[in-house]
C-alpha cells in the first residue's frame, strides 16, 4: 500500500476524531448535565453539586470513573456480538450528523436526499440493540431487546410520515435546502405555515421521535422496574457508556433534526437578529498572528451555529421536560399509540399537506 | 361517541397540566437536606438510643441502679451491675445496653422511677464490628448530653407529663409521627 494512501486515511482518522471530541464536549456534555440537574429542579431534588462547582466536573468524573472499569463480558455471552453491538448502536447515532447543516456553510455533506438518509441510519441502531440483548444470554436483556425491536420498527413509520410534511412543504429532501425554504422569520418556520399541518406534524414528530430515542415516556426497552435495564443489563464500563452516550446523542439529534424540519434550523427568528445582528457589522478580514482570516465570514458561521445550537438546546429542555413529567406507558398503550393513532394522524396529514401544495 | 371524545380531550389536557406542575416545579425551593452538612432539627419525643443524660447538679447520671429498666426490657439487652456502698445505698457501677437487639420502645425509659434514663438523639450508630454496639455508661453518658438546669419538681412532673404523652402517641399511629418530624425538619430547612 503506498504511503499516500495510509497518510490520507489517518488525516480521516484524526477528523473525526476532533469532530466526536467536539460533538462529545459541545453536545453531550450540556446535554447529560442539564439533564440530570434540570430533571434534578423539577422533582425538587438538587442534583449532582458535589464535584466541582455546581457539579460541573460531575459529567467527567463519570466518563473518568467508566473508563477505567473492568470490562466485564459474561461467560454465557457470545463474545463477538457483545462487542460489535455497542459499536453498532453508538457510531449510526453520530452519523447523523454528517447532514445536518449546522449553518449555511456548516454541513459536511449536503445530500440531496438528506433524510432518507438520516431515518436509514438511524434504523441501524435497533440491529445493534437487538445483538446486545441477544449476545447478552440474559433473559431481562433479551426481552428488552425485542420490545426495542417491536418499539423501534413501529415507530419509524409515523417518524417518516412526520417528516414528510415538511418535505412536501419545501419540495426537496435535502435538509440544507429544506431550511433555506424557512428563512426569512418565524412565520416562515413549517411548523407555522399550512393552516397548522406543520405543527401537527410536529406533534407527530415529537411523539415517534421520543419513542425512537427512547425517552421517558417511551422508555420500555429499559423499563427499570420491568427489566432491571434492558438491553444493556450486561453492559458495564466504556461499553455502557457507548451505549449511554449514544442515547444522548440520539435524544440531541432528535432535537436537531425538529429544528431543522420545523424550527427554521439556522435562522434566525427575526431577520435582525440574523447576522450582521442589529446591523452591527465587523471588519471583513482580520490579521490573526500573522495570518489574514475572513473574520466577517466565521462571524456569520458563529452566528448561525448559536442559532442552530440554542434552539437545539431548547428543544432537548422541552424533551427533560416531558421526561421528568410523564411516567412511563404500557407496551399495548405503546404500540396502540403508533398503529392506532399517530399513523392515521400521519397519513390523513400528509395527504392534507400535499393539497395544500397543490392548491397554493 | 361523546364519551370517547371526552377521554381523548382529556389526554393532552392532563399532559400540558403535568408540564405546568414540573416547570413550576423548577423554580420551587429544593427539599433536598444536605445530610453531613446539613441536619434535620429532632423533635422533641425523637427516639434515639436510650441513654443517661449528666445531671449537672451531680455531675453524674440520676440512676439509682434498681434495676427495673433490665427486668422490663423485652430484650433483656439491658446489665445494670451495683455494689452497696458504706452508707448502706446501692451505687451503679456499670450500665450495659447492646443498642445491636434494641428495639427502642422505650420501656425503660418509661419504667425508670428517678427518670435517668432517656431517649437520646443519637442516630448515627454504625459499627463495624457487634461489640461496637453494645453501650457501657460512659458512652450513654455521651449520647445523653445533659439535662436542662432546671426544679427538681417541674422537672419531674414534666417528666410524667411527657411520658403520659408517649404512652398516648404509642398507641396512636406511629407513622403519623415521623410525618410530623419531617414537615417540621423541612420547615427549618426552608
Known amino acids: 500500500m503506498d504511503s499516500g494512501f495510509i497518510i490520507t486515511v489517518a488525516k480521516m482518522v484524526g477528523v473525526a476524531a476532533v469532530i466526536l471530541t467536539f460533538i462529545l464536549i459541545v453536545v453531550m456534555y450540556p446535554m447529560i448535565y442539564g439533564l440530570r440537574r434540570v430533571m434534578a429542579f423539577m422533582q425538587s431534588r438538587i442534583g449532582p453539586n458535589r464535584v466541582g462547582p455546581q457539579g460541573l466536573l460531575q459529567t467527567p468524573a463519570d466518563a473518568l470513573k467508566l473508563l477505567h472499569k473492568e470490562d466485564i463480558i459474561p461467560r454465557g455471552a457470545d463474545r463477538w456480538i457483545f462487542t460489535i453491538a455497542p459499536i453498532l448502536v453508538f457510531v449510526p447515532a453520530y452519523l447523523v450528523y454528517v447532514v445536518i447543516p449546522f449553518g449555511k456553510d456548516l454541513v459536511a455533506s449536503d445530500l440531496n436526499i438528506g433524510i432518507v438518509y438520516v431515518s436509514a441510519v438511524t434504523s441501524i441502531a435497533i440491529i445493534g440493540i437487538v445483538m446486545a440483548g441477544w449476545a447478552s444470554n440474559n433473559k431481562w436483556s433479551l426481552l428488552g431487546a425485542f420490545r426495542a425491536a417491536a418499539q423501534l420498527v413501529s415507530y419509524e413509520v409515523p417518524l417518516v410520515l412526520a417528516f414528510c410534511v415538511p418535505i412536501v412543504l419545501a419540495g426537496t429532501l435535502s435538509l440544507q435546502s429544506i431550511v433555506i425554504e424557512q428563512a426569512g422569520d418565524v412565520r416562515n418556520w413549517f411548523v407555522f405555515r399550512a393552516w397548522g399541518l406543520g405543527a401537527l406534524a410536529f406533534g407527530i414528530y415529537l411523539a415517534a421521535g421520543l419513542a425512537e430515542a427512547n425517552l421517558t415516556p417511551f422508555d420500555i426497552m429499559e423499563a427499570e422496574s420491568e427489566l432491571v435495564a434492558g438491553f444493556n443489563v450486561e453492559y458495564s464500563g466504556m461499553k455502557f457508556a457507548l451505549f449511554f452516550l449514544a442515547e444522548f446523542a440520539a435524544a440531541f439529534t432528535l432535537s436537531a433534526l425538529a429544528v431543522t424540519l420545523f424550527f427554521g434550523g439556522w435562522q434566525a427568528p427575526f431577520s435582525f437578529l440574523a447576522y450582521p445582528v442589529f446591523g452591527i457589522k465587523v471588519p471583513e478580514t482580520l490579521t490573526l498572528l500573522g495570518r489574514t482570516v475572513p473574520f466577517a465570514a466565521w462571524t456569520e458561521h458563529a452566528v448561525q451555529f448559536a442559532w442552530f445550537f440554542g434552539k437545539s438546546l431548547a428543544m432537548v429542555f422541552a424533551l427533560i421536560w416531558v421526561r421528568a413529567t410523564l411516567p412511563r406507558v404500557r407496551v399495548d398503550q405503546l404500540m396502540n399509540l403508533a398503529w392506532k393513532v399517530l399513523i392515521p394522524i400521519g397519513l390523513v396529514n400528509l395527504v392534507l399537506a400535499g393539497f395544500y401544495v397543490a392548491l397554493k | ?190
Open chain 2, 1 to 190: 361517541m361523546l364519551s370517547l371524545l371526552k377521554e381523548v380531550l382529556y389526554a393532552p389536557y392532563s399532559v400540558v397540566k403535568g408540564l405546568i406542575i414540573t416547570i413550576i416545579h423548577l423554580f420551587r425551593p429544593k427539599v433536598t437536606l444536605q445530610y453531613p452538612d446539613e441536619r434535620w432539627d429532632l423533635p422533641e419525643n425523637y427516639r434515639g438510643i436510650p441513654s443517661l443524660p449528666i445531671d449537672p447538679k451531680t455531675g453524674t447520671d440520676k440512676c439509682i441502679a434498681c434495676g427495673a429498666c433490665a427486668r422490663i426490657c423485652p430484650e433483656q439487652i439491658i446489665t445494670v451491675e451495683s455494689e452497696t456502698g458504706e452508707d448502706k445505698k446501692r451505687k451503679l457501677t456499670e450500665f450495659k445496653i447492646d443498642a445491636s437487639r434494641c428495639m427502642w420502645c422505650g420501656l425503660c425509659v418509661e419504667v425508670c422511677p428517678p427518670g435517668a434514663l432517656v431517649m437520646s438523639k443519637e442516630y448515627e450508630l454504625a459499627t463495624d464490628s457487634r461489640e461496637g454496639m453494645v453501650y457501657d455508661r460512659e458512652d450513654m453518658h455521651r449520647h445523653g448530653g445533659t439535662f436542662a438546669e432546671e426544679s427538681e419538681e417541674s422537672e419531674e412532673s414534666e417528666e410524667s407529663e411527657e411520658s403520659e404523652e408517649s404512652k398516648e402517641s404509642k398507641e396512636s399511629d406511629p407513622t403519623d409521627r415521623t410525618d410530623n418530624n419531617l414537615t417540621e425538619g423541612a420547615k427549618a430547612e426552608s
